[in-house]
């Protein structure tokens, strides 16, 4: 994907189309042809489509495999920042990854159940069984329900029941089973409260980590995590650095953002004080990042199998197990945050941001097509002189 970021439109969906070995009807999807038939039936009170732009980052070698990464996302140098740091690190260093658990979590609330724990713990073998004989559906593919614990909360309990999705991401599935238990539960005189999944899935734990090959410019970035350690309030905007790489990868993968987020969000105050999701520091001449996050995500049923551009999204990134998929997410979360750690340190943010930010102000001045090029390069040239942009600035340059 040479200059990919050089080409016209066109020409990069032609490269693309021959990179990925896509179809024509593939690439009509990844321009929404196709979703319109299926929104109605998606949610409920569908009254149209919102659309966001769907980019490639080039040059991200993780654990040695070469990915084009898709991004559906609409805040500007976020694709930008990864392609050139991802470059930057292939050519210094290395990133790696792994994965650690692979269960999801559900629950099963027992008001005023602290009581019934030993008899429930008695059972939990049978349980378990019945979980897999009513809901077969992950054992059919090579997972299923493994464990039954129950915790005391004061006077109330909750059950957890431990589940592999596979591939899936099984929210559905294991409200289903922590359901179909509740009422197993119920019959053995047991109240029961609310069955649904757990989001924070710290049973599956993914590991990103690089290691970049730099002079001492390197403190300049480990100083910058080390504030994110001692502050909350740049520690949200360092871990929202990490989200500007993970979101976009799984809305463009038809995966569960939101749920994510919780996680991440969640196990960032594990310790109890909000804290980084990534650490730095320097070894023997390299910059070492480390990025831990819990992640459960899906590469069959929901929106990905029903999406057509989510369904060509993994195509292009070449994918086939969540597994897969979650340990290039934590990659792609460490890059973006090295990304912005590195423009911090030496340019600062703005002058990046702002200059691939100008298009979008010309957009919102109101410039004409065989205006924009004139527009942006007017203010081009304010950044250089040191000068804030904005829409204002941009209607007095067009007058």
Not at 85 to 105: D, N, P, Y
Not at 304 to 317: E, M, N, S
Not at 347 to 369: E, F, V
Request: proline share 3%; net charge neutral; with cysteine.
């Amino acid at each position: 994907m040479h200059n990919f970021h050089k080409l016209p439109f066109r020409d990069r969906q032609a490269m693309l189309k021959q990179s990925a070995q896509l179809s024509d009807e593939e690439m009509q999807a990844l321009q929404g042809e196709g979703f319109d038939k299926i929104a109605p039936f998606l949610i409920e009170n569908t009254v149209g489509i919102f659309s966001l732009p769907l980019a490639i980052a080039t040059n991200c070698v993780i654990d040695g495999c070469s990915r084009n990464i898709p991004m559906v996302v609409e805040e500007s140098s976020i694709v930008a920042a990864l392609s050139a740091t991802a470059k930057w690190v292939h050519r210094f260093g290395t990133i790696t990854t792994s994965v650690h658990g692979e269960l999801i979590v559900g629950q099963i609330h027992l008001p005023n159940g602290a009581g019934s724990k030993g008899v429930l713990e008695s059972h939990a073998d049978a349980l378990v069984a019945y979980a897999n004989e009513v809901y077969p559906s992950f054992a059919r593919h090579n997972g299923g329900v493994v464990a039954f614990q129950v915790r005391q909360l004061g006077v109330h309990a909750v059950c957890h029941v431990l589940a592999n999705s596979a591939d899936a991401m099984g929210a559905n599935g294991i409200t289903q089973i922590c359901e179909l238990l509740a009422a197993r539960i119920a019959s053995m005189g047991i109240h029961t409260g609310i069955s649904i999944v757990s989001n924070y899935t710290d049973q599956k734990i993914v590991r990103a980590t690089c290691q970049v090959q730099m002079d001492d410019s390197a403190h300049a970035i480990i100083e910058a995590a080390e504030f994110a350690q001692m502050d909350v309030y740049r520690a949200v905007t360092h871990n929202k650095g990490i989200s500007n790489g993970i979101d976009p990868l799984l809305i463009a993968t038809g995966n569960d953002w939101r749920a994510a987020e919780a996680a991440m969000h969640a196990y960032a105050a594990r310790s109890g004080s909000y804290q980084p999701l990534s650490q730095y520091s320097y070894q023997d001449g390299y910059l070492i990042g480390a990025l831990e996050i819990p992640l459960s995500l899906g590469t069959v049923g929901g929106m990905t199998a029903l999406h057509p551009a989510a369904k060509v999204a993994l195509k292009i990134l070449g994918v086939q197990h969540a597994s897969e998929l979650s340990r290039i997410c934590a990659a792609v979360g460490l890059l973006q945050n090295l990304a912005a750690l590195r423009a911090l340190t030496s340019t600062g943010i703005i002058k990046g941001h702002m200059k691939l930010h100008a298009t979008n102000i010309a957009l919102a001045a109101g410039a004409l097509p065989h205006q924009m090029e004139f527009l942006v390069t007017q203010l081009h040239e304010a950044l250089l002189q040191k000068k804030p942009i904005s829409v204002s600035l941009a209607q007095r340059l067009l007058r």
